[in-house]
């Protein structure tokens, strides 16, 4: 990124310093993390946190802040160098509250070929590839620019006129190209909820990249009432906003979308659903 987007992104961290690989990317990540507090979603102490696509944990860490440590969470990362940073994290910072776990969510048990971008982390995927990694590439810098426009990195910025942003940002994001492949571990929810003997669920956070669908397919019946609230970032939007919801309405849920016009810009949008 930009030296202007990385100072930017830079902030204090409020009390867990996390040891990060890319400090930009856990700095961006604390930004966003208030954003799934919304729509009625609140956590309680007590809670049982699912943190489903983990990174390094900074939604664990901002959950296990929230509530003074009084909370068990399960955090799920398939990437081998992200998940050995969530893992070291997971011992020093959280007193034996996170539980690390090396593998992916999906519909059934399976090993998965995920795309990891050690330059940008949070972009890594199992629906990235050498093949779509330009198209992938334009949509970044398109909500880039929506923020840059929306006053999102300063007014100086904004000035800017944004084919000139595009041609600049585009051109820092190069470095999506550089991909490496992880062949992952992914399994069912359900499983897992069964070996860790996981009775109820307080608050399920999905951010996946692209395969949040996947993840509640592999929610099966019986635990569905375990479930109290979940929030999903969904990517393809305007594809799967329907069925990611509708999902959740089969299930109980009052639902509510968001997306705001820099998601809009990226096709991305958040999904909460809470017990009515």
Known sequence: MAPTLVHHFVMSMSAIELHSINRWEAS?????????????????????????GANIGVFSAAVYERLDGDVRIYAFEP??????????????????????????LAARDDELDFSYVPAATIFSSSSRDQGNIEDERRRVTASVVEMIRQGGLGPVLRRVPARILTLLIGRKLRVLRQLETHRVKVRPLSSVLDEQGIDHIDLLKVDVEGAELEVLRGIEERHWPLVRQAV????????????????????GFKVSTEQDSVQQAGDIGMVFAVRP
Do not use: K, S
């Not at 999903?232 to 299930?251: A, S």
């Open 28 to 52: 961006f990540l604390r930004e966003e993390v208030g954003g799934y507090f919304t729509h009625g979603i609140e956590c309680t102490p007590g809670a049982t946190v699912l943190d489903v």
């Open 79 to 104: 990437m081998p160098p992200l998940h050995a940073t969530l893992e070291r994290n997971a011992r020093e910072f959280f007193n034996g509250r996170l539980t690390a776990l090396p593998y992916g």
């Open 232 to 251: 999903v970032e969904v990517e393809g939007w305007q594809q799967n906003r329907d069925t990611v919801c509708e999902v959740l309405l089969t299930h």
